[in-house]
């Protein structure tokens, strides 16, 4: 499931919104779009000057969500890294992803960081990183509950979110799985004990539980979802640039830490 493309979307106003702000910001630093772009000390074009102008759509939990004032999640942990190594700060443009996903978002941003699953469509109209996330399927269930891999869920009440790829997974498996019009809901009827089990995305269920010890990732399964970030088509600099980064945080084991910081553990 590409989660974000299933969410609800906001209002296409939003979208034209976030481009005029953008447009103005550009105008306030830049003199203008007729002004060339700024180059940061790491040799990459920079929309404004000494700043990673980052579209994302904001709140999703736990990518991108405020806290304390803040703009702090996955997302936002991965975000400062590449505006560290590009020696510049961190400036979130809160965009629609349907701007986001079609590409129209990197008009006003340099890069695009907001759960976005890796398509052939969407790599037809924007360029994408070196994935960062397998955002596979995971089977939560409680101690309780008896559960420990599909086989022992079979005859006992497991949820998941209607029309993604964890019901078609559920159904393939041979699961009467009650279905759910979103996470949220999944979530609490689990929690409240309604259901025995929950099969969805690792991100978003793991999330939910990572401090409640009464419930555990039991299983999880392949099913070949990425999330990478976003650039503008044929910005090569700029591409290279972000997966040097993502290189340096999976090789000094950061970015396993956000993983689990924002996901919880995974199961065995």
Request: charged fraction near 25%; hydrophobic fraction near 40%; include cysteine.
């Amino acid at each position: 499931m590409q989660l974000k493309s299933l969410a609800t979307a906001k209002l296409s106003a939003k979208a034209a919104a976030i481009l005029a702000v953008g447009a103005l910001t550009l105008t306030a630093c830049g003199g203008g779009s007729s002004t060339p772009a700024a180059t940061s000390t790491s040799g990459v074009q920079l929309i404004n000057a000494g700043k990673l102008t980052i579209c994302s759509d904001v709140p999703y939990e736990p990518f991108e969500f405020q806290k304390d004032g803040k703009i702090v999640g996955f997302d936002m942990d991965i975000a400062a890294e590449l505006a560290k190594d590009m020696n510049a700060e961190v400036n979130v443009v809160d965009s629609s992803f349907e701007a986001i996903e079609t590409g129209t978002a990197l008009t006003g941003c340099d890069v695009s960081i907001s759960s976005v699953s890796i398509t052939d469509t969407r790599k037809s109209v924007m360029d994408f990183s070196d994935p960062y996330l397998n955002d596979d399927l995971t089977l939560v269930a409680s101690d309780a509950s008896g559960i420990t891999n599909l086989d022992s869920a079979k005859g006992k009440k497991v949820g998941v979110q209607q029309a993604t790829t964890g019901a078609k997974y559920a159904k393939d498996k041979g699961l009467d799985a009650q279905q759910f019009e979103d996470t949220g809901l999944l979530v609490q009827a689990l929690k409240a004990g309604t259901i025995d089990a929950a099969l969805g995305n690792q991100s978003v269920l793991g999330y939910a539980i990572k401090d409640d010890a009464k419930y555990k990732r039991v299983e999880n399964y392949a099913t070949g979802e990425k999330l990478g970030i976003a650039v503008k088509k044929g910005n090569t600099a700029m591409l290279e640039q972000v997966n040097k980064t993502l290189k340096r945080l999976t090789d000094d084991g950061s970015l396993k830490k956000f993983e689990t910081n924002w996901f919880g553990e995974a199961a065995k």
